[in-house]
């Protein structure tokens, strides 16, 4: 017999003391429903890796509930993120033991676990394990929509603070080209369905930057939704001629017709009346 931990809020105590851990809705291709579980090994942080990412999503403190099954129970397993393979449950543990990088390792087994089968239910130290994404520690964590889905719980917080550590690190970094880098990354950022009003930073930085800096960061302010930064963006046109058509195509970017009408306002040169014709047309 292969014993197994699932890991759940201490208000189901009660009713999987009655029957049993009963499946849940599981969105993976080749399974549907099922019970999340870890091999018992004798590594108890691996083993009970999963509790503080539970945690996050659960009312109350996080109980374990082992359990026994065949070996030769068939059961899905893999890393959380990669596809799930179809294995026997004896199978599931020699994998996870013969993988080097266990963290996000997962099982899943395609039945309710019977109450006869429950070995015990324990209470559990609350700090064990990961949080938001396994490498949450050492490795700065991508919040692309794909890996950080709209509704996600604090992920305005977790970009902004991104935000914010990107602008830092600018400001230390001596190269250029590594600025530049910066620079995409905070377009990348900004372009994730964010939201952030303090685009100041970005506007001391233009002060003190070079032409190819300063046209990098005309390209970001149009994420930004300010009046004061398209009149800001706007008064360039008299101070930096230089980048005049990098300018007007971010004027546009920000206020689309609106700016139209204000550009033509002021006094351009033929190739910032083609830039406005081009866009009309």
Known sequence: ????????????????????????????????RGVFCMPVISDFWITHQWLREIKRFSKGPIIGIYFKIPDLEPVWSG???SELMFSTAIESTQLLLSTENKLGFQIVLPRKVT????LKIKNLPQTVGWRYFPEAHSKVRCLCPACLPKGWPFANRLKENRYYSLISKFNQSQNEEEKISILGAIDDLLSYDFRIDDYEPLIRIFHSSSQKIKEQILEIFPKFQSEKLFKFVSNLLHSEKESAEVIV???????????VQHLNELESDPKIQKLINDYLN
Do not use: D, P
Request: glycine share 4%; hydrophobic share 30%; proline share 0%.
């Open 249 to 259: 195509e971010n004027l546009l970017k920000m206020k689309g017709k609106e700016a």
């Open 79 to 81: 890393n959380y993120n």
């Open 115 to 118: 109450k006869k089968e429950i």
């Open 1 to 32: 017999m292969s014993v197994f931990l699932h890991l759940t809020s201490i208000q189901n105590k009660n009713s999987i003391f009655r029957s049993g851990v009963k499946t849940s809705s599981i969105h993976y291709e080749n399974v549907r």
